[in-house]
């Protein structure tokens, strides 16, 4: 029997997208040879993923998990190549479960949380739920992207919009621990998930704005004033009250609430933090949108149906 070393069960992952165990098992079938690994993966339907894995996935889900006592968060992107497929139960399952595992296990990264066994099956890695998942599925399954907060002294919340299509996670500390329950104290971490989804603010606050991206906007607003004719003396008092219009914008504390425009997130904050008589803060929060910056793959159906046409 010839010596499986963990290099060639690696080496033939990579070639073919099987999971971990099938590839060993195939490289055993093969007595080390792997030409005929690969062959004998194919013939049982298990390479199948290696097929799909040059397709774009920019389709999928944004999923989230919450544990109980709102002090794990987690939300994740997982991209397939169909709306369709995005929709099932066993995808919206799958995304669930690696969800899941984030909160448990919390990986650093994509590449780490590949290589870990999953915490609901150890005999398999995520990688192999991954390939698992192509093939039961039929389409290239990916986890592109995904965020974990912890917290000691205030609450996570995960809000997911229009079917996973948005997701939005957040923590806000409070030094109250008596208050970290109270209804009025969950209701305003939850509405600010909304405001996230909706308003779609960049950071919490003013000063995380990178100072690159404020100068940047100041030399756009400066020649759009100059470009309306505005005289040289005043341009720079425009630009700066146009600076506070685009903090509005993109911080979230500035922003209007949307359900009450007559107040900003921060006199929100405020009033939430002396009715509960506690100091609360806003730490930081991520907004996922599915698929934001892939290119997605644009058929022509006319020429796929001719192209199938012509194979027969």
Known sequence: MADITSQMVKELREM????????????????????????WLREKGL????KKAGRIAAEGLVASYVNEDATVGVI???????????????FVAFC?????????????????????????????????????????????????????????SGA????IHLGGKIGVLIEVSNDNAATRGVETFKTYYHDLALQIAAA??????????????????REILRAQ?????????IVDRMVEGRIDKYYKEVCLLEQSFVKDP??????????????????????????????????????????????QTARK
Do not use: W
């Not at 915490?119 to 995904?146: H, P, Y």
């Not at 006199?267 to 609360?280: D, N, S, Y």
């Open 16 to 39: 073919t997208q099987a999971g971990m165990m099938d590839c060993k098992k195939a490289l055993v079938e093969a007595e080390g040879n792997m030409e005929k690994a690969v062959e």
């Open 47 to 50: 390479a199948a993923a290696a």
């Open 76 to 90: 994740v992107e997982v991209n397939c190549e169909t709306d369709f497929v995005a929709k099932t139960d066993n």
């Open 96 to 152: 669930k479960d690696v969800a899941g595992h984030i909160a448990k296990a919390a990986p650093a990264d994509v590449d780490a949380l590949m290589a870990q066994q999953f915490v609901n099956d150890e005999s398999k890695t995520i990688q192999d739920l991954v390939s698992d998942a192509t093939v039961a599925i039929g389409e290239k399954i990916s986890i592109r992207r995904f965020v974990r907060y912890e917290t000691q």
């Open 156 to 159: 996570v919340e995960s809000y």
């Open 200 to 217: 779609k603010p960049t950071v919490v606050r003013k000063e995380e704005v990178p100072t690159a991206e404020l100068d940047k906007e």
């Open 225 to 233: 004033a100059l470009n309306e004719g505005k005289p040289e003396k």
């Open 262 to 307: 007559d107040k900003t997130i921060s006199q929100l904050t405020a009033e939430v933090a002396k009715e509960i008589g506690a100091k609360i803060d806003v730490k930081r929060f991520a907004r996922y949108e599915r698929g934001e910056g892939i290119e997605k793959r644009q058929d022509n159906f006319a020429e796929e149906i001719a192209a």
